[in-house]
């Protein structure tokens, strides 16, 4: 797309396609990234000569250049250097080498950057298990977001779909009341539903997709519960099961998962992911728990789906369903996992209290018995799976800013090992998250 084009489409064609066509070219940034990520393992693992290990870049390099992503912000010896890091994360070489990384990319001046561009070795980085080092290139990325949509009245509509998530994760509050102001033509309804969570106000039904009010005569001033599947060794079970709502993920089958001394026994609301919903399809439900009084799915394609099965087996009435509001539009890069939706669609009905249990942003490796389905019993791989999915769909650095604005703000609380992780800063977070599972992105073990 030359700039003759992008002229065009500012100055011709109407906002509603012109936010069309940004996105079909920029996309989410998760998900372009997706697109090219099988290349960039193949061409990751190309560029290590296993018989000397001499490093060869043109092999990253020409997958650079087939998606259209400019790496020369950095020069050779940089990627090299990069490319050494990621062979032994945690070895005392690689640290050395990292802390040198991290100078060269906080001397590249931020107006020169191509957010796209950035974001990409950002997600390379996480990738490889360089977490510290990705940090400081999203940095980047976040701030050159803000910059181009500081001062202007009127923001081109690619600065405003990456700036507006930008200035929610620097909490930049006033300066985005500035924004929605004097940009009405962006339709800020569907963004200003956080802006007024975050300032206290009472939520507009009318700005809100597919509102349940029968969902809001449920939430509305009571305490919840949300319990995570981290393994804990703390005795909660009693304080859980003492809130006026207990909210869960994925709670498949009748009893798994509950305790009465640590997760506590009851269940109110079940949220449900994409990979759950499609476990619940292709199973009979005999074994569905019968006490939950809320279905709550990831979209409302699976609600419906999920509701017609239900149907079939003539359950249907005992349940209610509905799909959670959509967080994706507030997430600089990349959508949240189970625990930020929650909270957000949680919010948007007004309870009086949210308090998090056993959920402590990835930071424990281990999930409850039975809350997967696929659990490897080999940590290792875990581990590298996590590495895929951060890299791919989960930007770790964008759901704990939220979570930890919301924290802020004082609209959640949680228990002591969610207050012991949420008094962290984005980066000290980074670096713990990349002293757990930086080993998984080892080169020679790449997948």
Excluded at 24 to 49: D, H, S
Excluded at 108 to 113: M, S, T
Excluded at 199 to 211: D, L, M, S
Excluded at 248 to 254: L, Q
Aim: charge should be positive.
């Amino acid at each position: 797309m030359n700039n003759y084009c992008l002229y065009t489409l500012k100055k011709f064609i109407p906002i509603k396609v012109k936010s069309f066509l940004v996105k079909k070219y920029y996309g989410e940034l998760k998900k372009l990234f997706k697109k090219y990520y099988n290349g960039y393992c193949i061409a990751i693992k190309k560029t290590i000569n296993k018989r000397n290990e001499d490093i060869n870049l043109s092999p990253l390099f020409k997958e650079f250049k087939n998606n259209s992503i400019k790496y020369n912000y950095f020069d050779d010896e940089w990627w090299s250097l990069f490319i050494f890091a990621a062979k032994d994360v945690a070895g005392v070489e690689s640290l050395k080498s990292q802390k040198v990384l991290i100078n060269v990319i906080e001397r590249v001046p931020e107006k020169n950057i191509d957010i796209r561009d950035f974001v990409h070795i950002y997600n390379i980085s996480l990738k490889l298990g360089l977490l510290h080092v990705g940090f400081h290139i999203r940095e980047k990325a976040l701030n050159s977001a803000i910059n181009r949509i500081s001062g202007n009245k009127r923001i081109d509509i690619k600065d405003y779909f990456y700036g507006v998530p930008a200035l929610y994760e620097k909490n930049k509050l006033s300066f985005l009341s500035d924004v929605f102001s004097t940009n009405k033509s962006h339709r800020n309804e569907s963004y200003s539903i956080l802006y007024d969570i975050l300032k206290n106000k009472k939520i507009n039904a009318k700005k809100v997709n597919n509102y349940s009010y029968d969902f809001y005569s449920l939430i509305n001033g009571k305490t919840i519960a949300l319990v995570g599947p981290a393994k804990s060794h703390h005795n909660d079970a009693k304080e859980i099961d003492s809130h006026d709502i207990v909210v869960r993920c994925n709670y498949k089958e009748e009893g798994v998962g509950l305790d009465e001394l640590i997760k506590g026994v009851r269940c109110n609301i079940s949220y449900y992911n994409g990979n759950f919903t499609r476990f619940l399809l292709d199973s009979n439900l005999q074994k569905f728990p019968e006490h939950i009084n809320w279905i709550v799915t990831k979209t409302d394609k699976y609600n419906k789906i999920l509701k017609h099965k239900f149907n079939e087996k003539g359950l249907d009435n005992l349940y209610n369903f509905r799909s959670l509001h959509d967080t994706n539009k507030y997430f600089f890069n990349g959508g949240p996992n189970a625990i930020p939706n929650i909270i957000y669609d949680l919010l948007i009905y007004e309870p009086t209290k949210i308090k998090i249990f056993h959920a402590d942003f990835m930071l424990t490796v281990h999930r409850n018995n039975g809350y997967l389905l696929d659990q490897s019993p080999e940590e290792f791989s875990r581990k590298q799976d996590f590495l895929r999915t951060i890299s791919i769909s989960h930007d770790p650095i964008s759901q704990f800013r939220f979570i930890k604005k919301l924290y802020k703000t004082g609209l959640i609380e949680g228990d002591k090992r969610f207050e012991e992780v949420i008094s962290l800063n984005a980066k000290q977070f980074m670096i713990n998250l990349q002293d757990i599972y930086g080993e998984a992105g080892h080169l020679n073990k790449i997948k």
